[in-house]
């Protein structure tokens, strides 16, 4: 069974890091593309960013680029989210999720997610 579990999130001030964590079991992490997806309070999902299964190539959306850094550790099947200069419009619960096998548009958000985890709820405010 895949399971994706995010830790890490919580309530910082404008301006403040937080590093999430995604431990990923059930499957081969080392062969499988991985994204985060946020969710603002009464908002859609947006994707924030992605990276290449073996950790060499990452994308971002625009609203998060130069402040997130998205990277894997494959030895030890986890995904991480490096959120620096937070802003209040940053406040989201943050999922990640796995890159359906063969799809295309993932640099860019645009490929079917396959499994997600439970989320991981971060807050940024004064």
């Known amino acids: 069974e895949v399971q994706l579990v995010e830790s890490g999130g919580g309530l910082v001030q404008p301006g403040g890091s937080l590093r999430l964590s995604c431990a990923a079991s059930?499957?081969?992490?080392?062969?499988?593309?991985m994204s985060w997806v946020r969710q603002a309070p009464g908002k859609g999902l947006e994707w924030v960013s992605s990276?290449?299964?073996?950790?060499?190539?990452?994308y971002y959306s625009d609203s998060v680029k130069g402040r997130f850094t998205i990277s894997r550790d494959n030895a030890k099947n986890t995904l991480y989210l490096q959120l620096n200069s937070l802003k209040t419009e940053d406040t989201a619960m943050y999922y990640c999720?796995?890159?359906?096998?063969?799809?295309?548009?993932?640099?860019?958000?645009?490929?079917?997610?396959?499994?997600w985890g439970q989320g991981t709820l971060v807050t940024v405010s004064s």
């Open positions: 059930g499957f081969t992490f080392s062969s499988y593309a």
């Open positions: 999720a796995k890159v359906l096998a063969g799809s295309t548009g993932w640099t860019t958000g645009r490929s079917p997610l396959d499994a």
């Open positions: 990276i290449h299964s073996s950790g060499g190539s990452t």
